[in-house]
């Protein structure tokens, strides 16, 4: 049997449930088809800035979420080689907020809104013409065939929506990957409450720690692309975590250089990365969130890009001609995309080309040192406040 809707959503992440919300709000029918279970957890940072809890207010969202929120972030401490660190005081509070509650309480936002919600469920096949597609989806073993006018990828990075719709090429995929787990140290740090502390590798990589108000430690990496194997460093990332300890002794206080699998609570990986498509839609699909671009987590933008990436689109859908998905929206789609997160990533990649070099790591650590408001001027740059 073949039911019909206006949109099928693949991945229930912040930028697919933002979409879904935000369509079913405009009086459209959404299927958002997400694999994971209920309360899935991601690997993420779990930091949301204040550009992302604007982006919620503007959704009614925002007290929802931050009722969530396992603690607040108002600093940033960047720890270079050396044990140099530069701080800077945010210029708006963010918060910590686990991405197992954030994104169910999303999908429940955009179910309560009238989309329909299918977990543990996959986008099995893809049959695309001019009008739009049919999509096989599968749930518990039954296959449903849904035909709708605009598929969205909101299915992260290497987006199987972006390569069987062909928006990409071959070759743009690199080796980067990152990683997250939840730690109970056997110390606390009081030093740590309430700011981001980032860990920069000299030979590439970083590391960020927050501590939330329960005491229990979140930890995010980006491992690099090349292993310096000649120079002791690992891609195995709990031995690349207990080298970069060895060399700060910030981490060392947290117990870093004892930390393994086994004691790693929520352990995640993702990747390879960055990511980037040659195209974010057509006239049956666009690309939301990491599967649109993605840029190394170091500024902690992920979920503003994908809310917005989300809010962008579900604008782009309202003004659509008709008000059905075609070419002329997917032009709209993308003009604003780049104006967008599209400018914010370019900001964020020129930073990830400073960190892959690890001399101007240690220059920019020196300048931050001696010009104290640079770092501060770069802060207010990261989160546009």
Known sequence: METECDAVIVGGGPAGSVVA??????????????????????????????????????????????????????????????????SVRLPRQGWIVPRSGFDQFLRDAAACAGATVLHDSAATRFEFDDRGATVSIRTAGDTQWVRTGLVVGADGLGSRVARVAGLTSPHRIRGKYGFSFDWNSPRRASSCTHEIAMFLHPLGGYLGVVQGSDGLIHVAGLIPAKPHSSLGSSREPFAWMRELAQRHEALKAFGFSRCDRESALNFHSIGPMPWKPVAIANQGVALVGDAAGYVEPFTGEGMTWAIQSALVLAESMKSAPGGTWNITSAHHYQRLWRETIGRRQRVCRGLSMILERPRMVQIATLIGERIPFLPRLVARQVVNA
């Open 21 to 86: 919300l935000q369509l079913a709000r405009q009086g459209r029918s959404v299927l958002l088809v997400e694999r994971g279970g209920r309360n899935r957890e991601k690997t993420c940072g779990h930091c949301l800035n204040s550009r992302a809890v604007d982006l919620l207010e503007r959704i009614d969202l925002r007290e929802g979420v931050i009722a969530l929120a396992r603690g607040s972030t108002q600093g940033l401490r960047v720890h270079g080689d050396r044990n140099r660190a530069s």
